[in-house]
């Protein structure tokens, strides 16, 4: 009896040392991208690490989150690119010699107010946590209706963006042949 009691003990730390750790969603390194779906979802996903703070690491990766929701909205971006090439040669019997300098330069920035994401998921391994948001544009057109406030010009230039926004994902999505 004493042997089973024991064998039963040490089965239970076997199984206990099997059970791994959760699993790390997909949607932390593919993003949207790793949801196929007919419905206009946006998705961000957001990291906060070295925050002792659990609350505060959790509330940073959502304010991320949503951040880049609203990047993929509305970005205003400048760029400017510098390129400059020189080759040198005698003859075709002599060595010749080049030089090129590449420089780009990108300013990248975003603002604007959004009604309706939510994060739908949060995954931490206690150093780091990610948070994931989404915005179904379906609602946030029916938002923008139902807001009484906001002048027809406005509700129409919000279905607008909305609907150039995700079509502009569709579009590099198309593409990058995914």
Known sequence: MKKLSVLCIGLV???AGC???PKR????AKGGAAFKSDKKILYGVGVADNINSESLRRETADNR????ISKEITVMSTSMMRDYQASTAATAQEKSSGEQYVENTVKTF?????SGIKIVDRWDDGKKTYSLAE????DLKSLADKVNELSQT???YIKANAEKAFDKLDQEQAKQGK
């Open 13 to 15: 730390f076997v199984l």
């Open 19 to 21: 059970a791994s750790a």
């Open 25 to 28: 969603p997909d949607w932390i």
């Open 65 to 68: 989150a949503i951040a880049e």
């Open 110 to 114: 975003a603002s604007n107010t959004v």
């Open 135 to 138: 915005l179904n544009i379906d």
């Open 154 to 156: 406005v509700k129409d």
